[in-house]
């Protein structure tokens, strides 16, 4: 990849923001996992929930929608283009969308900028800031492919949620924690959930 291409590192001096995304796929515990380990950081974190996220989040963790707005500091409309951080001069360190569903990947990949998500995604692809994707689909089709590829190349991270066993995980929440835990080590913030693997 160019230099010109590669995402700011994310130690990279600006406002200790992040920006998380939820978007229409099944997976919605990692992206109330996330913001529950997020909330502990002092990070400002500004959401963005699709129609399609909510109905998931609702359904796959019962948590009721005043709940989740209290892990945010700022919950933004998805159908709001005119939000802060539908700007570039709006700094951040990053966006994680999770889960990312196929769709969202599609508009990221290809830059449609639809919704206050793909937007964000697109904002931090073109000021080179990290960009981390926790996609969700199986079996994956060459269509879902390409798109990995096209976002790849535009400077995204795709990170699948995918359970490490050799953790030997004893509940579904460790597998969750391990998946949110190397996606927060992307961006370089502090987690608690998982440690590093020191070998046998």
């Not at 996220?53 to 963790?61: S, V």
């Not at 948590?63 to 409309?77: E, P, R, S």
Request: charged share 15%; aromatic share 4%; hydrophobic share 45%.
């Amino acid at each position: 990849m160019p230099n010109a291409m590669k995402p700011q590192p994310p130690e990279r001096a600006c406002a200790r923001r992040l920006i998380v995304g939820i978007s229409g796929s099944s997976g919605a515990t990692y992206g109330l996992r996330l913001l529950q380990a997020l909330k502990k950081t002092g990070l400002q974190v500004h959401l963005v929930i699709t129609p399609a996220g909510w109905l998931n989040l609702r359904h796959e963790t019962g948590v009721t929608d005043t709940q989740a707005l209290q892990l945010a500091h700022t919950l933004h409309a998805s159908t709001n283009l005119a939000a802060s951080i539908a700007s570039g001069s709006f700094q951040t360190m990053g966006m994680i969308v999770a889960p990312c569903s196929m769709r969202t990947l599609a508009a990221i990949a290809h830059g449609l900028g639809d919704n206050l998500l793909t937007r964000a995604a697109d904002v931090t692809l073109k000021e080179r800031r990290r960009l981390v994707l926790m996609t969700r689909e199986s079996p994956l089709s060459l269509i879902h492919l390409r798109n990995m590829a096209a976002a790849t190349e535009a400077g995204a991270i795709i990170c699948p949620p995918v359970p490490a066993l050799y953790q030997r995980p004893a509940s579904i929440d460790e597998m969750v924690d391990h998946s949110v835990a190397r996606a927060l080590d992307l961006l370089g913030l502090p987690q608690g959930l998982a440690g590093e693997w020191e070998g046998f």
